[in-house]
């Protein structure tokens, strides 16, 4: 997931697909290209579900107009560090099903 929703109606943005925009009830999204963001905040994962790797490090990022996400961190990524989204990253795999998900990379790779 490297692309991201803006609403029509009010341009609010967000990285997950919704039915309604939450800031004006809106129901129709745009492609959004993220571009660079700032890491606020990251934490390990030393106790994970089945298929899940241990230790596992999340990051928060906040990106242009507000929106935010957690996703995996490549590399030794730290608060403030300017991000970007990549790719789609194994997140778990169980019972031969395989979870992928988007991981930050730092900005400019």
């Known amino acids: 997931?490297?692309?991201?929703?803006?609403?029509?109606?009010?341009?609010?943005r967000t990285f997950y697909e919704k039915e309604r925009c939450l800031e004006c009830g809106g129901d129709e999204f745009e492609p959004w290209r993220?571009?660079?963001?700032e890491l606020l905040s990251v934490t390990t994962?030393?106790?994970?579900?089945?298929g899940?790797?241990?230790p596992n490090r999340l990051g928060l990022a906040v990106f242009?107009?507000?929106a935010?996400?957690?996703?995996?961190?490549?590399?030794?990524l730290a608060v403030g560090d300017a991000v970007a989204l990549s790719g789609d990253r194994q997140l778990s795999e169980r019972r031969g099903s395989v979870l992928t998900g988007p991981q930050f990379v730092p900005?400019?790779?």
């Open 34 to 37: 993220p571009g660079e963001g």
């Open 68 to 76: 935010s996400v957690v996703a995996q961190l490549d590399g030794d």
């Open 52 to 54: 899940v790797r241990e």
């Open 64 to 66: 242009e107009g507000g």
């Open 45 to 50: 994962i030393r106790v994970t579900p089945d």
């Open 1 to 12: 997931m490297t692309d991201a929703f803006q609403c029509v109606d009010c341009g609010w």
């Open 107 to 109: 900005a400019g790779e």
